[in-house]
């Protein structure tokens, strides 16, 4: 069979990859909870009152592979009933990873657990137990491209994110809402952070845009009175970005149950790939 006859044309027919930063208590989880037939994986307190079905709550690297394992088996056998898998969130993801890094390196066996060991001093220093960690969660994005493309599960995550000192070299230094996930910040190597941005097909930023008063010599920040919005393309102020062509904020409905849809008619507006939530 000629490898070119195996050539497609229009939108690919794979599960949506989607990354929600945002600070805290800015409905991130909520808006993944309204993803189309969505199972939640909580990796973190703080979904109790999120209203979708949800799996207990993972608490490691060990246990998280427990559940995906048990995941990828229903979905190969056809027995899997959702059509979305989020997770909350990958910060602590990141956590598991650098707790199962450090409690398996050399300096830590041999010690058995008696010696404080770091991800800065583990595997001999030198940032090798980062590069572990990194391997740790390709193994991760790997599982979860073959559930969205070869299954067609969308796969959602949550980050949270940190004020950032950017240097751009044509434009000097800014703060900017970015990834709280490690990355070298050197240009030459990856970390976390970069691997899940360019992992994503659409990473959004969502936030409350505000303006900042002067009156009375004290600076303040007040509501521009257009709730919250979800950015997908970067701008100096956050990192996101989409491979749709999404360049426009997208306004979240109020009450934040009903964002998700405010999303897929972003995404259908421009590649005509449909992700609502039609429940």
């Given amino acids: 069979m000629s490898f070119l006859s195996g050539i497609t044309q229009g939108a690919s027919k794979s599960g949506l990859r989607v990354v929600t930063a945002a600070q805290e208590k800015m409905g991130k989880t909520t808006l993944c909870a309204g993803a189309p037939g969505v199972l939640l ?5 703080g979904f109790a009152g999120v209203p979708c079905p949800k799996t207990p709550m993972v608490q490691s690297w060990d246990q998280l592979w427990v559940c995906i394992n048990e995941i990828c088996q229903y979905v190969a ?8 898998l989020a997770f909350d969130s990958a ?10 890094v450090v409690s398996n390196s050399p300096e830590y066996v041999a010690s058995r657990g008696a010696k404080t060991v770091t991800m800065e001093t583990a595997y001999g220093g030198f940032g090798k137990a980062y590069a572990v960690a990194n391997t740790q969660f390709t193994l991760l994005l790997n599982t979860f491209d073959t ?16 004020s950032s ?32 941005t360019q992992w ?16 009375g010599r004290v600076s303040k920040g007040i509501s521009q009175n257009k709730g919250r919005v979800m950015g997908c393309s970067r701008t100096p102020s956050y990192v996101a970005g989409n491979r749709f062509g999404i360049v426009q904020e997208i306004n979240l409905p ?23 939530n039609r429940a």
Avoid at 182 to 187: F, T, V
């Fill in 77 to 84: 056998a056809g027995q899997f009933p959702y059509k979305t």
């Fill in 254 to 276: 109020v009450p934040p149950q009903n964002s998700w849809n405010a999303l897929a008619e972003a995404v259908y507006s421009v590649s005509g790939i449909d992700v609502f």
């Fill in 41 to 45: 994986v909580p990796c973190e307190v």
């Fill in 200 to 215: 994503a097909d659409i990473l959004g930023f969502i936030y409350e845009p505000l303006f900042v008063s002067e009156a």
């Fill in 91 to 100: 910060t602590a993801i990141e956590r598991f990873i650098h707790e199962w």
């Fill in 165 to 196: 000192k950017i240097i751009d070299p044509t434009a000097g230094e800014f703060d900017c809402w970015d990834l709280l996930l490690h990355s070298p910040k050197n240009g030459k190597n990856y970390g976390k952070r970069e691997m899940l």
């Fill in 147 to 162: 559930l969205a493309v070869t299954y067609g599960i969308n796969i959602v995550l949550t980050c949270h994110v940190f």
